[in-house]
């Protein structure tokens, strides 16, 4: 049976060229940018190749692709029956989180995300596993930054582990489902005492000064 893929995965392919510019990643030691790794994080390039998320021609399968600037050398470098989002790259890998599309819309409860790495160059045909059972399941988001990756637990506050998945730690205890970062600051949200409103904080990468991120109103939006 076709698994269920976002709508977005598909039109990815179709405009993977014009978002190289706002999905580069690697600059500043951050493996992709906040506002892609929101919108799920299908795309980034390492400034000689593209990395892409796409459903393969049968609609059974996703795939992470590889193609050069000129459009040419696509290549697969993993497939699965499972979804795939929020693509990094960094040094000789691209880091990735895997989610149990079939699990997650029949058993909401058993969804059982993981993050893995590939590497680029096609020599790895079986991804590297980085974090099981320790990785928040609704949670879509992870950075790779300052090498090191930023994701939240199972208990919902903010960890860090080594590129190989190793020497995790604590970032923050402050729970949040949310997490942009840049290389010198950590984004998260945390729920208001109003139902279904949420405050947005910042703080430094290693976890301190914490405060609420001011917003900028301009003509009433």
């Not at 709508?7 to 978002?19: C, D, T, Y």
């Not at 590889?66 to 699965?80: E, F, H, M, P, Q």
């Not at 680029?120 to 099981?132: I, R, W």
């Not at 928040?136 to 208990?155: A, F, K, Q």
């Amino acid at each position: 049976a076709k698994i269920i893929i976002p709508v977005a995965i598909a039109l990815i392919m179709l405009i993977i060229i014009a978002l190289v510019l706002s999905n580069k990643g690697g600059s500043n030691g951050v493996g992709n940018t906040i506002s892609n790794i929101r919108n799920y994080g299908y795309s980034v390039s390492d400034g000689k190749w593209y990395y892409y998320v796409t459903p393969n021609d049968a609609g059974t399968l996703t795939e992470i692709n590889k193609i050069k600037a000129n459009g040419k050398d696509d290549t697969v470098l993993y497939s699965t029956a499972k979804t795939i989002v929020s693509l990094n790259e960094h040094g000789d890998y691209i880091y990735f989180i895997e989610v149990d599309t079939q699990t997650y819309f029949e058993l909401e409860d058993s969804l059982d995300n993981k993050i893995y790495r590939i590497k680029k160059d096609g020599s790895s045909a079986t991804p590297e596993l980085l974090n099981d059972n320790d990785f928040d399941n609704d949670c879509l988001e992870m950075y790779v930054v300052n090498n090191s990756i930023y994701y939240s637990g199972t208990d919902l506050k903010i960890y860090k582990m080594g590129l190989d998945g190793q020497n995790r730690e604590l970032v923050s205890d402050t729970k949040t489902g949310y997490l942009g970062i840049t290389d010198k600051y950590i984004l998260y949200n945390v729920k208001a005492d109003i139902e279904e409103e949420y405050v947005t904080y910042i703080m430094d990468i290693d976890g301190k000064n914490q405060s609420v991120l001011p917003m900028k109103i301009e003509d009433g939006k």
